[in-house]
């Protein structure tokens, strides 16, 4: 058995130093140290298998070495410090200056459940030697084996990870601004270089205290939509224009006055005139507005782009306003409550009232659809 350790030993040291001259090698030496530490359990050189339903300290540095290869990039770090603690999972550790002599210091939690999966928290408070990561806080998170996925499936997720100070009394925080994706060959990802080892470990800071540290996560699976919407807008119509014409319109007394239903574009509506104006502008001008006659399905909002006009019935120029906007159930006209004077009315030689007869008009140039789904 010792000259197997022995001969095992000089093949990774002759591996090693092929890694030197050629970084080709890398995976490979990864994929030796993976199988070498499986043997080892086996045949009990290093213990038993630490036991994924409780939290464990971890002691194997090669554990993690095969899944480290995720680069983020410093522009997409954002740490802050918030009140709000993790939602996924909090792992404290208590009597932590106990651990301090375990080689490789490291801790894992039990898995726990997030977005229809299985996670596991892993804690590294200074590095790993190995990877050039000694002398930094590490965390990461696991996908557990106990929700196998596909060779080809990915699972985009969202991590946050916290670390508890205590003298702001809230969690310092640290996430991408890119969404994780985790694969079959790639279950473990996060953070190596959260903070430095020496500013997690001087109790001035707060992140130690009372013997006591906190850590936890926050894991965010991004799931495909389940109801969605598509907003279209129809701007060709076979008949855009409708004209309503008042007749006898110095007799109409009135406040209003409303046009046939018509429809264009799929949609009713209809004209409705204040030939005496309304608010504002009562007494003054005349109102002209677009309404819209359908009923409104909850929460739905119609975009319609159109141009009103007081028609000039002796060919001059027409008075015209352009109409743009968003209709709601509760918000169903546009116009313009002043489109034209009541005195160019009431002045025959402006042409716009002939022969007692007023009319006015829209033009359709734009309204919209939403389908959703599931209807």
């Given at each position: 058995?010792?000259?197997?350790?022995?001969?095992?030993?000089?093949?990774?040291?002759?591996?090693?130093?092929?890694?030197?001259?050629?970084?080709?090698?890398?995976?490979?030496?990864?994929?030796?140290?993976?199988?070498?530490?499986?043997?080892?359990?086996?045949?009990?050189?290093?213990?038993?298998?630490?036991?994924?339903?409780?939290?464990?300290?971890?002691?194997?540095?090669?554990?993690?070495?095969?899944?480290?290869?995720?680069?983020?990039?410093?522009?997409?770090?954002?740490?802050?410090?918030?009140?709000?603690?993790?939602?996924?999972?909090?792992?404290?550790?208590?009597?932590?200056?106990?651990?301090?002599?375990?080689?490789?210091?490291?801790?894992?939690?039990?898995?726990?459940?997030?977005?229809?999966?299985?996670?596991?928290?892993?804690?590294?408070?200074?590095?790993?030697?190995?990877?050039?990561?000694?002398?930094?806080?590490?965390?990461?998170?696991?996908?557990?084996?106990?929700?196998?996925?596909?060779?080809?499936?990915?699972?985009?997720?969202?991590?946050?990870?916290?670390?508890?100070?205590?003298?702001?009394?809230?969690?310092?925080?640290?996430?991408?601004?890119?969404?994780?994706?985790?694969?079959?060959?790639?279950?473990?990802?996060?953070?190596?270089?959260?903070?430095?080892?020496?500013?997690?470990?001087?109790?001035?800071?707060?992140?130690i205290y009372d013997n006591h540290c906190e850590f936890g996560v926050d894991v965010t699976?991004?799931?495909?939509?389940?109801?969605?919407?598509?907003?279209?807008?129809?701007?060709?119509?076979?008949?855009?224009?409708?004209?309503?014409?008042?007749?006898?319109?110095?007799?109409?007394?009135?406040?209003?006055?409303?046009?046939?239903?018509?429809?264009?574009?799929?949609?009713?509506?209809?004209?409705?005139?204040?030939?005496?104006?309304?608010?504002?502008?009562?007494?003054?001008?005349?109102?002209?507005?677009?309404?819209?006659?359908?009923?409104?399905?909850?929460?739905?909002?119609?975009?319609?782009?159109?141009?009103?006009?007081?028609?000039?019935?002796?060919?001059?120029?027409?008075?015209?306003?352009?109409?743009?906007?968003?209709?709601?159930?509760?918000?169903?006209?546009?116009?313009?409550?002043?489109?034209?004077?009541?005195?160019?009315?009431?002045?025959?030689?402006?042409?716009?009232?002939?022969?007692?007869?007023?009319?006015?008009?829209?033009?359709?140039?734009?309204?919209?659809?939403?389908?959703?789904?599931?209807?």
């Amino acid at each position: 058995m010792t000259s197997l350790y022995r001969n095992t030993s000089s093949f990774v040291y002759l591996l090693f130093c092929l890694f030197i001259t050629s970084s080709s090698a890398g995976s490979f030496i990864r994929q030796f140290s993976d199988d070498f530490n499986t043997i080892q359990q086996q045949k009990g050189k290093d213990g038993p298998t630490p036991n994924l339903e409780k939290g464990n300290y971890l002691h194997k540095h090669n554990e993690i070495s095969s899944s480290l290869d995720y680069k983020v990039s410093a522009s997409n770090i954002v740490k802050g410090l918030t009140e709000v603690p993790p939602s996924s999972y909090s792992f404290k550790i208590e009597s932590y200056n106990s651990f301090l002599k375990i080689p490789y210091l490291g801790f894992e939690s039990r898995p726990f459940a997030a977005g229809g999966y299985n996670w596991v928290l892993k804690v590294h408070p200074n590095g790993l030697t190995w990877d050039g990561t000694s002398g930094y806080v590490s965390l990461y998170v696991l996908l557990h084996e106990s929700t196998p996925i596909t060779a080809d499936q990915v699972v985009y997720a969202d991590l946050r990870f916290y670390i508890f100070n205590n003298n702001e009394k809230k969690y310092f925080t640290v996430q991408d601004t890119n969404v994780w994706k985790f694969t079959a060959p790639k279950r473990l990802l996060g953070f190596p270089k959260v903070m430095s080892a020496d500013q997690f470990e001087d109790l001035r800071n707060g992140y130690i205290y009372d013997n006591h540290c906190e850590f936890g996560v926050d894991v965010t699976v991004a799931s495909h939509y389940q109801k969605s919407e598509s907003l279209f807008v129809t701007e060709k119509f076979d008949n855009p224009i409708f004209t309503y014409a008042l007749l006898r319109f110095s007799t109409l007394l009135k406040e209003s006055y409303q046009s046939d239903v018509f429809s264009i574009g799929g949609r009713s509506m209809y004209l409705q005139v204040f030939p005496n104006g309304r608010n504002l502008s009562k007494g003054k001008a005349m109102s002209l507005y677009l309404n819209i006659n359908d009923k409104f399905k909850p929460f739905e909002m119609i975009y319609v782009r159109a141009k009103l006009r007081v028609l000039n019935q002796r060919k001059l120029n027409n008075v015209e306003i352009q109409v743009s906007n968003w209709y709601t159930s509760w918000f169903y006209y546009s116009g313009d409550f002043q489109i034209i004077p009541l005195a160019d009315l009431r002045d025959s030689s402006k042409g716009f009232v002939v022969n007692d007869m007023l009319k006015v008009e829209v033009q359709l140039e734009g309204i919209s659809s939403t389908k959703w789904y599931p209807s």
